[in-house]
């Protein structure tokens, strides 16, 4: 009780590290938004093909976020909810010691050659069929084996791996677990038919390495142990999960047939299916519990496409979205591959490069930045397509992240994909998704329907959908036509120095 004698509000912390930025959010039980605490941050890219992160950000992120929140509001916080970007490859060794930066998930691509020789070893259809996916940029097993042939010290000394959800539950409670989602995508290491370590091909590629205690993203982990954020000891922490499915939680994204598109720096698809399925270009994995399946896509760049179009023209992206809004479909005859930082599905290439084409002296930069916003959109439909051809099709489509409170972006991926959207009234994310299953965990609250309601939907212009299919079909021509040329570029640039990460 306060002074004046009312009751102090009962709240759960629900918190999710991204790609570009970290967000906190105080929630009460009745899915009412009490704060929020963003900070940002920025990938570290030293060689080309490289994407990591100090894992210290992770824990100084959420210690500052959760400490200003909780200043700010006093409240009795009930439970904790964490998740974070991923797969991602955090090494520690017997004491929990960073050993170096964590590589990150698909758009780290500095495993090209290691993937080549698990897959000779392995074979990819058995790994697609005991994974759940083939190997890629995606994948941690290759990842750890390019630590033993470029950094072995700090190979040698590694006993544990982490991600940042699991980072920060080790921190805040002591325990050693990672959630069925997420160790599903650590290829080739986790049995997808078993929901289990495969442990033959874990001693293959991590011999060295613990192997964290499996549990639901939304099971208790344990409890706070000390003072990391300023929160007392005692208080219920959830095994969390990768920030895709925490995302989708958010929306209620998690029966078959619901599809959630994430318009972040990345865009991700995630679809819930009824049965475990498998296409060479998806990545199969479980869903937030062991027993749920998913069929699940990622694009190398989105958000981060649209910001490098900004930086590179100096102009502000409300700006140049305004503007892209005057524009007709096909940006007046251009079209660009978004492929900016390599490609993750469905083309699974780390060697594609961005390609313009159809560019004049005509061209503006709203041009470059509608032809970014529809390049995503073709992007979505390809996936979408592949995920068609392994037998499943969405049946309701859920936009979530920052980018789908972009009238104009949802609009174009509806008329590229045909598909109508749902758009949420709390787009705040996976920190969101966090907070209600935390809450979930423990007290009696509503659904995260109810929490988190329909507030609009984007329904596809059937005139601008027949416009862009031409353009959608020199979109598909325009990889292969080019990819020998890319990939000739590509190697050209400077190899990666391995003794960066020493």
Not at 156 to 170: E, F, G, I, K, N
Not at 382 to 393: D, I, V, W
Request: proline share 6%; glycine share 8%.
């Amino acid at each position: 009780m306060t002074e004046e004698g009312e009751r102090i509000l009962r709240c759960v912390l629900g918190f999710d590290v991204g790609t570009s930025s970290s967000k906190a959010v105080l929630v009460a039980l009745d899915g009412t938004v009490v704060d929020v605490e963003t900070l940002v941050h920025e990938v570290s890219t030293p060689a080309p093909g490289f994407a990591e992160m100090d894992g210290a950000v992770w824990l100084r992120e959420f210690d500052t976020a959760a400490r200003a929140l909780l200043t700010r509001n006093p409240v009795e916080l009930l439970a904790i909810g964490v998740s974070g970007m991923g797969p991602c490859l955090l090494l520690t060794d017997e004491n929990d010691q960073p050993l170096a930066p964590a590589v990150l998930y698909g758009i780290d691509s500095r495993a090209t050659r290691e993937i080549v020789e698990l897959d000779a070893m392995l074979g990819e259809e058995r790994l697609l069929h005991r994974c759940g996916a083939t190997l890629s940029t995606q994948a941690i097993g290759p990842k750890v084996r390019w630590f033993a042939r470029h950094a072995p010290a700090s190979h040698d000394q590694a006993r544990r791996w982490y991600m940042p959800s699991s980072w920060l539950v080790r921190q805040l409670t002591g325990e050693y677990v990672l959630d069925f989602q997420s160790a599903s995508q650590c290829t080739p290491m986790f049995d997808l038919r078993t929901r289990d370590w495969a442990i033959d091909w874990c001693d293959l590629v991590a011999p060295r390495l613990e192997l964290p205690r499996l549990l639901d993203a939304g099971a208790i982990a344990g409890t706070t142990r000390g003072t990391l954020g300023g929160i007392a000891p005692g208080v219920p922490v959830l095994v969390g999960t990768i920030d895709a499915w925490a995302e989708a939680a958010s929306v209620g994204v998690g029966e078959p047939g619901d599809l959630m598109l994430m318009y972040g720096s990345t865009l991700f698809l995630v679809l819930y299916t009824a049965q475990s399925l498998r296409h060479p270009a998806l990545w199969s994995t479980a869903g937030l519990s062991r027993d749920e399946s998913c069929l699940a896509g990622g694009m190398a760049t989105s958000g981060s496409l649209t910001s490098w179009i900004a930086r590179t023209t100096g102009r502000p992206i409300d700006e140049l979205e305004r503007e892209a809004l005057e524009l007709d479909p096909g940006a007046d005859g251009l079209v660009l591959l978004p492929y900016f930082a390599g490609e993750r599905t469905p083309i699974l290439d780390p060697l594609a490069r961005g390609v313009f084409a159809g560019l004049s002296l005509s061209h503006q930069p709203r041009h470059l930045f509608r032809a970014a916003l529809e390049s995503i959109a073709h992007g979505a439909r390809h996936n979408l397509e592949t995920m068609a051809s392994a037998g499943a099709r969405p049946e309701r489509v859920v936009a979530v992240g920052g980018g789908a409170n972009s009238a104009l972006w949802t609009q174009i991926v509806s008329d590229v994909t045909g598909l109508v959207q749902e758009i949420p009234t709390t787009t705040i994310g996976a920190s969101y998704g966090m907070a209600h299953l935390a809450a979930s965990a423990v007290a009696d609250v509503a659904p995260i329907g109810e929490w988190n309601p329909v507030r609009e939907r984007r329904v596809p212009d059937h005139d601008r959908s027949a416009r862009y299919e031409s353009m959608h079909r020199i979109y598909r021509a325009l990889y292969p036509a080019t990819a020998d040329l890319v990939h000739e570029l590509a190697r050209m640039t400077p190899a990666p120095r391995s003794e960066r990460l020493e």
